[in-house]
């Protein structure tokens, strides 16, 4: 059993972290690498992004949202409680070289994986600059953090209720015009804001790391869940990934079978809700 020793409400839309003891995964995992939970007995599977570890205090900490059944089970523990399994590191281990300028990009709850692996390029000795993005100034996470990380952060809304008004991909196009010479985009988000940026770093020529993390279901390669198109190869996000050259994922094949979960996965809240 894994004891939870700190819970957090981190944003508007149900984004919640957990601070969970396990100090074999935190002597291990680098920036990047999930693990798969299971609440209890006869839960599933949940792979989930680790956001920090702590070597020192044999910690992890991840952030999720609330988006089926078994993520709201996870919102409803608190601290105290104990999940039952946890497996990791899993993923594979990003090497993390001196590059140049990387422009890191994190929508929504992608900030916090985003987070984890730009921890790694600024330990690599890279210069970093920061675009993070929500739809609302209340859904915004680790601003902080980020600002902490990078040389420059911008910060962007939907909504323009706080930073600059828009989205990241118009932060981006803002730091071509002024043609910073950046080495590396890594961007980690929803999967239409992935492919967006894609769309645009092709265009420039930009080298493009994604996180394909949202897709996977079981994490043992055996599910087939997360098989995603690389330049015409088949892979699975969870073994060979989960991250990839965002320039020759299919992402439109992606955000088709991905929108198929999304129903099932809100049907599945709904009932639960209703089953009380
Ligand atoms: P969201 O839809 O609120 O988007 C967050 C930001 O991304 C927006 O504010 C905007 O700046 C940008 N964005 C979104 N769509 C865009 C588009 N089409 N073009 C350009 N920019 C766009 O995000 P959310 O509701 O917080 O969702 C978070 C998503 O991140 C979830 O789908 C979750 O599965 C995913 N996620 C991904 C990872 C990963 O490793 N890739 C990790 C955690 C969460």
Request: with cysteine; charged share 20%.
């Amino acid at each position: 059993m894994y004891s939870i020793i700190d819970r957090q409400e981190m944003a508007k839309g149900d984004i919640v972290s957990i601070t969970v003891e396990a100090p074999e995964i935190a002597a291990k995992i680098h920036p990047g690498q999930f693990v798969v939970l299971r609440i209890n007995e006869t839960g599933e599977r949940l792979p989930l992004t680790v956001a920090y570890k702590n070597r020192a205090h044999g910690t992890i900490t991840i952030f999720f949202q609330v988006v089926g059944k078994t993520t709201a089970m996870l919102s409803s523990l608190k601290i105290g409680d104990a999940i039952k399994d946890l497996v990791g590191p899993l993923g594979v281990r990003e090497k993390f070289e001196k590059i140049g300028i990387i422009v890191g990009i994190g929508g929504g709850s992608g900030i916090a994986v985003l987070h984890h692996l730009l921890e790694g390029y600024a330990e690599a000795g890279n210069n970093l600059i920061g675009i993070i993005g929500a739809r609302e100034k209340e859904m915004l996470i680790l601003e902080d953090e980020m600002r902490r990380l990078c040389q420059r952060l911008v910060v962007t809304t939907d909504d323009g209720s706080y930073g600059q008004h828009g989205l990241v991909t118009d932060a981006l196009q803002q730091l071509v015009e002024e043609q910073v010479a950046i080495d590396l985009v890594v961007a980690v988000g929803p999967l239409p804001m992935m492919r967006a940026v894609c769309k645009m770093t092709r265009i420039y020529q930009i080298h493009t790391l994604v996180s394909l993390n949202p897709i996977m279901i079981d994490a043992t390669g055996m599910c087939g869940g997360c098989r995603v198109n690389i330049g015409g190869d088949k892979k699975f996000a969870c073994v060979h990934g989960p991250h990839f050259d965002g320039h020759k994922v299919d992402f439109d094949e992606l955000i088709q079978r991905n929108n198929m979960y999304t129903r099932d996965e809100k049907t599945s809240l709904l009932s639960s809700i209703k089953a009380g």
